[in-house]
């Protein structure tokens, strides 16, 4: 075979293959395209929700809301450590945008959540001022939302989370009981996600 003929052989070979590959390219477009077009916008646009933590419990003995994660319960206002009522888990939502109110955080000194948006870092049962770590919670507010239960209250005292729904208003760690001042927040109960386990819980 002549140097022309060989050419030539190569250029025919070249065409087809990129003739196969330009097909084949367009094949993989269109159902791709297919198959976006049959997804409803609507679920390609929606964003993900924001990232939460369970593990927060009500301490029975100081009546606020503490992280119940780890072995070590922290320290309650009303002596030694927390202890978890066997009301139900919550669920707080961080790195969120809102809506409610964001800069509520876990005291690593206490395992209290407490507002952090202040100057003053309020009054810790460890001791001093609490002392922020991990996340920063958001709460919501002055609304209702089934699956959470109401009447969560700022403590003006110790800037603690505490559950103000009846006239015991526990042991705040500045001294006497808590005092309410601000917001009314909502916690959602663990069990009104998928994949939770716990459904209906009592009150604290």
């Known amino acids: 075979m002549s140097q022309d003929q060989s050419n030539r052989t190569k250029t025919h070979h070249h065409n087809k293959l990129s003739r196969r590959n330009f097909f084949?390219?367009?094949?993989?477009?269109s159902v791709a395209g297919a198959i976006v077009a049959f997804v409803p916008g609507d679920v390609l646009a929606r964003p993900l929700p924001p990232p939460n933590q369970n593990n927060w419990r009500s301490c029975n003995k100081c009546r606020t809301l503490f992280f119940n994660g780890f072995r070590s319960k922290g320290r309650c206002p009303a002596g030694q450590r927390h202890a978890a009522n066997l009301g139900g888990q919550f669920v707080l939502t961080f790195d969120s945008p809102g809506?409610?109110?964001r800069d509520?955080?876990?005291?690593?000194k206490c395992f209290a959540l407490f507002f952090d948006?202040?100057?003053?870092k309020g009054v810790c049962a460890a001791g001093g001022a609490h002392f922020a770590q991990g996340f920063n919670f958001t709460l919501l507010h002055d609304t209702?939302?089934?699956g959470h239960q109401p009447n969560w209250r700022f403590c003006k005292k110790c800037e603690a989370l505490f559950f103000d729904g009846d006239s015991n208003k526990g042991v705040c760690a500045a001294g006497g009981g808590h005092?309410?001042?601000?917001?009314?927040?909502i916690l959602r109960f663990r069990g009104?996600?998928?994949g939770d386990v716990e459904q209906n819980p009592v009150r604290p």
């Open 24 to 29: 084949n390219g367009l094949v993989q477009v």
């Open 99 to 101: 809506p409610g109110q």
């Open 104 to 108: 509520w955080r876990f005291c690593n």
């Open 117 to 120: 948006g202040f100057p003053n």
């Open 144 to 146: 209702r939302a089934a």
């Open 179 to 185: 005092v309410a001042a601000g917001f009314k927040f």
């Open 192 to 194: 009104n996600l998928e």
